[in-house]
């Protein structure tokens, strides 16, 4: 019944502003076309300036309003996004110089010239020495940012430094797996026709590849403040993306095709809630590419912190291979032997 | 040989104007005259009135997937009468959010934007403003339409089927698409996207081989290319990229069908997906990205040099001055349609594609900029020192130079790659190419509307709607993707159904509340203009005078209602280019049309 009520009244609202403006035709056709012309030529005209004018404003209570919502009172949290940030300010400052002269300019003309009695407008097709002008100077603009972007690029997507740990993050709908490749330093083989979720090898592991039984398989991905680290990104099913607005950087997660990704973070996760001021603040790894109906909820938790820490927490890890094959397991060998006695002593009895 | 059928085709106009003015008693029939006609003037108005339902459809479906980002917590049990159980009790599904995601992007693209926008007005203007009696071939153009409404069918089927339509998002990346496991979207409602699409691509083809063909053999005596009105030549850099694009896009999309259906493995590889796993190896998924973005960057391009085109000569016309910089206009034209086929990776930035080779795109996409700031100075100067009429279609068209300085310097922004690396895929790219390549061109589509809907209706629309239309859309556009540029800035992703879950990004309820409201407003506003529009065909104030707006073109120099063949006698012969506005003419106007003679003192251009 509401939605009726509401939905007349809309109605209504449409048909007053119709009449109004055929009564308001009327009235054009009887003071003379060309004087009514003049008239709306009058006030359209002053609107725009008034346009320019509240619109600028705005720009600048919208800047006041959400500047502090974004990522950039708080900095990049990686030392490369600090790069991507100093580019962005450029970038700002460069667009939005271009930016307020042409709207000014633009709304400005429209306002001062316009339609006047008596006055005609001044014949002028073509200037060879102004285009030159305008082709030239946005061209020296956008080389110094090309210069400067992919300066940044090649920085970033280059190799990572020799000292980076490496860990291996595997996106599926609507989750991400961690693996780390333990104390060798290498991740182990995978073959996704290894995947078998009743045995818990959801990641496809080939087990016989030596190095993968010091692998860890975690939920969390946990990182060292300072040292940098590449990702290794995967994906099971769709494309995903693996996004870190806090770190400035993403990539996506293809099924197929490995990709890779290193930065360092800078603050621990401690030290961000500080910055931000928000106790309950995460490193979240969001999805950034559409990937199915639980897109939006497809999220990772990193947590950054001292070495010290770290060592504590992957001390406190265990190989995924023994946890797949506790027969495997040194740590339990003790019940494991027992078990074995127990079956030998009854093969003996026999 | 064309001036053979020149010559037909005038005989035929001269054979069908008889006594009655404006009413022409043709041999047709009601069906060959408004269903399967062969006219390109009804033609475009059967591609503009599709456009428009498909623009309220799309739009529509905006409205609702913005409630639910706006007011993630609320109920509306009206939507549960009309969306059923995919709005149970009163809240929108995830999948059906997505859903409509996908088909307000693509309907929007392609069925308005492209074919409503192009459709339109390339039909519509290029016989009448090159001096031709129709287009080079009537029976390809109906066919375009009529493949266009099969297209249009599909994909309103697409609707309801009970999977639901396709919801991959309207790039429908594979292998998301391309799995029915992988989401209910893509079932049976993909397999309908992509044929409806394939339709859609024939019609787009059919229609811009018959454009580039008419602007290339059929314009009138003294026409020479470099006379012909900056509108033309937009149709015509469009038409050739459609042509040159469109083809590739339909063999990702052939490709697609087969993965779907006939297990090929062109773009699937190493997947498990609900606990299956499947034996496709050796597929790329990125494969496809480069077909689509080798039209879907283009595409772009087809959107909006059309809005381009049209504005400028809008521009030109009330500011009773000619356009400045006609060849630098042509030029950068030409330089973007060129530049358009080289810049499809810098939607890839973040795939993991080589670096070098982004680098190379990144060089490609920034070059760009350069003929869209000449346009822009170019704009500018016309209006520098003019006497600028603000009708409707003045206040459009400068409306459109506003949105697209806006929006395309933060395309700067995102074509540099290391920039990209953070803001792709954020509401930054929302704000960007709805500004830029959605509310730029529907400005320039407006635009259109207003000033050539005298010569297709004889009618005028109602000028204070039109205004209302216009200040209501301008400032609510910017109300609506403005604010989005900071919500990018915080790294808020695109696509998410629900922000509460997320300690990074939902600290913009109220912002996003805001712009929801803001879009209904939007939305209801253009309804308006609906309204004017299918009013005024049949009540509109009439048009009195052949040359209502003072323009030089020659579509002014036919009837007010022009029949089939659009000139009752000779076609007229053109001695001056388009532009020669702030000129002395006969009777102490300021225009002289482009079928005057040059006068002896007068240097020619």
Known sequence: MKELFIVAIIAMVFVVIFQIAKASEYVSVLKGEDLARKQSNKINGFLLIVFLIVGLIGVWVCNEWFFKKTLFPQGSASVEGEKIDSMLYLTIAVTGIIFFITQILLFWFSFKYQEAQGKKAHFFAHSTKLELIWTTIPAIALTVLVAFGLMHWFKITGDPPSNAITVEITGHQFGWEVRYPGKDGILGKKDYKLYNSPTGNTLGVDFNDVNSNDDLHTTEMHLIKGTPVKLVINAQDVIHNVGLSHFRLKMDAVPGIPTTMWFTPKYTTAEMKVRTGNPNFVYEISCDQMCGSGHFSMRGVIVVEDEADYKKWIASQKPEYFTLFPAKDPTKTSVDTTVKLAVNTISVKK | ?605
């Open chain 2, 1 to 605: 040989m064309s001036s053979a059928i020149l010559h037909d085709a005038a005989v035929h106009g001269v054979e069908h104007h008889d006594a009655h003015h404006g009413e022409h008693h043709h041999t047709e029939t009601f069906i060959s005259k408004y269903v399967f006609s062969l006219d390109h003037k009804t033609i475009s108005k059967q591609f503009l009135v599709t456009g428009i339902i498909w623009a309220i459809v799309g739009g529509l479906f905006s409205v609702i997937f913005r409630l639910q980002l706006g007011y993630p917590e609320s109920t509306f049990p009206w939507l549960e009468d009309l969306l059923g159980h995919w709005a149970k009790g009163g809240k929108l599904q995830p999948e059906f959010y997505y859903a409509l995601v996908t088909m307000h992007g693509t309907i929007l693209v392609f069925f308005v934007l492209t074919a409503g926008l192009s459709g339109t007005f390339s039909n519509f203007l290029i016989p009448l403003q090159i001096g031709a009696r129709d287009m080079a071939s009537p029976l390809l153009n109906c066919m375009s339409y009529w493949f266009f409404f099969l297209a249009s069918i599909i994909m309103a089927a697409s609707l309801f089927v009970q999977t639901g339509p396709a919801s991959g998002g309207w790039t429908i990346y594979p292998p998301l698409s391309a799995l029915g496991d992988a989401s209910s979207g893509s079932k049976i409602g993909m397999d309908l996207w992509l044929v409806s699409m394939a339709m859609f691509i024939v019609s787009s083809l059919l229609g811009g081989l018959n454009y580039i063909t008419t602007v290339l053999n059929m314009r009138t005596k003294g026409m020479s290319m470099t006379r012909m009105p900056l509108t033309i030549w937009a149709f015509f850099f469009t038409a050739v990229l459609g042509v040159l694009s469109f083809p590739v896009l339909l063999s990702g999309a052939i490709l697609l069908l087969f993965d779907r259906n006939l297990g090929t493995s062109f773009f699937l590889s190493d997947i498990v997906i609900a606990g299956k796993i499947l034996p496709n190896e050796g597929g790329s998924a990125i494969l496809f990205q480069h077909l689509f973005w080798f039209l879907g960057h283009p595409e772009v391009y087809i959107i909006l040099l059309p809005a381009m085109g049209m504005s400028s000569e809008i521009l030109s016309i009330n500011s009773r001055k000619p356009i400045f910089g006609y060849m630098a206009m042509v030029g950068s034209m030409f330089a973007i349609t060129v530049l358009a086929f080289l810049v499809w990776a810098h939607h890839m930035f973040v795939t993991g594609l080589n670096p070098f080779l982004g680098a190379v795109f990144v060089l490609l996409t920034l070059l760009i900029a350069i003929p869209s700031a000449i346009k822009v100075f170019n704009w500018l100067t016309t209006l520098w020192r003019a006497n600028i009429r603000f009708t409707p279609a003045m206040m459009f068209a400068i409306g459109f130079v506003s949105l697209f300085i806006s929006g395309g310097l933060t395309g700067i922004f995102l074509g540099n790659s290391s920039l990209d690396i953070h803001l792709h895929d954020t509401y930054f790219v929302i704000a960007h190419f709805h500004i830029v390549m959605g509310v730029a061109s529907f400005f320039g589509m407006f635009a259109g509307v207003y000033h050539w809907f005298p010569k297709m209706f004889g009618r005028y629309l109602n000028n204070t709607l039109a205004y209302i239309h216009f200040w209501v859309t301008i400032v609510g556009a910017y109300c609506i993707f403005w604010p989005m540029h900071y919500e990018g800035f915080a790294g808020m992703p695109r696509r998410y159904y629900d922000y509460s879950n997320w300690e990074s990004f939902k600290m913009f309820g109220g912002l996003n509340e805001f712009i929801s409201f803001v879009s209904l407003i939007v939305f209801a506003a253009q309804l308006l203009f609906v309204m004017n529009f299918f009013y005024s065909i049949w009540k509109g104030r009439k048009v009195t005078t052949l040359n209502p707006w003072n323009a030089n073109t020659l579509e002014w120099t036919t009837p007010i209602r022009p029949g089939h063949g659009n000139w009752p006698g000779e076609i007229p012969e053109v001695h001056r280019w388009a532009y020669d506005y702030a000129r002395e003419g006969k009777n102490g106007e300021d225009f002289i049309p482009q079928d005057v003679p040059v006068g002896e003192e007068e240097e020619k251009h």
